[in-house]
C-alpha cells in the first residue's frame, strides 16, 4: 500500500502532479478521502471532477509506477449528513460511503489533459473559456402561481409565464373569497458561482452575468 503518492508527468510541455491518498499496489485499486458537503453528492458535475481527478491519479501511476489500475474509489465523509434525509433517491444513505468511480483508458484521460493544458494555455493570452449552466450549477428562471402571503408554497410553477396564465384561469376559482392568487418571477440562480467557486470575486463571467441582472 503506498499512502500519499506524490507523481508529476510532463504532458504538452507542462508538468502534471497529484497525490493519490492510498494506491492498494496488488488490487490495482486508487482510492481518495473526501470531506465534503452533501450538496456535492446531489450535483453529479462535482462527482464527474472526482471521476477525472482519480483517472488521471491511476495514468500517472501507470505510466510512472508502472502500477495496474482497473478500480478507483471515493471514500466520502459528508460533514452535513442529516439521517432523516437518507431516505430519499438522491441523498446518501450514511454519513461515509464508498463511492465506484469508472475507469477510463489512458488514451482518453491523456486526451483530456491535452485538451485542458490548451485552455489553460488560451487562458494566460485572455482567452477565457467561460462556464456552461452544469458546471455552474444553475437553475433556470422559473414563475410559480401561489398565495399571496409569506412562504406561501407554489401551487403551480412553469419556466413558461403563459401557462401560469392559463393555470389560474382554469383553477383559480377554486381560491375566490380565500386567498388573493399571484404569479411570482423568482429568478435563476448558480449555486456552485454563487457559494463554492473560489475565484467568483474576480471572474469576468460572473461581472458580466451579474451586470445583466441589473439592468433587467
Partial sequence: ?????????????????????RILTLLGEIQDYKTTSVWVYKYPENIKKWEKQLNIY????????????????????FKDFAKKEAHKPDYPN???????????????IEAYLKKRIAIHRAAEEGNIKECS????????????????????RALFKSPDREACVQWVKLNGHRYLGKDEIVIEDVKGTSRRCELFCPVRDFCPQKRKEDLERIQT
Avoid at 449552466?133 to 406561501?152: C, G, I, T
Wanted: charged letters at 30%.
Fill in 133 to 152: 449552466p452544469v458546471e455552474k450549477w444553475s437553475n433556470a428562471d422559473v414563475y410559480k402561481v401561489k398565495k399571496n402571503k409569506p412562504k406561501a
Fill in 58 to 77: 491511476a495514468y500517472m501511476a501507470e505510466k510512472i509506477l508502472g502500477i495496474p489500475i482497473t478500480k478507483l474509489t471515493v471514500i466520502a465523509y
Fill in 94 to 108: 450514511n454519513r461515509v460511503e464508498l463511492l465506484p468511480v469508472k475507469r477510463y483508458p489512458n488514451e482518453r
Fill in 1 to 21: 500500500i503506498l499512502t500519499e503518492q506524490t507523481m508529476s508527468i510532463e504532458v504538452d510541455g507542462m508538468e502534471i502532479s497529484g497525490t493519490a491518498d
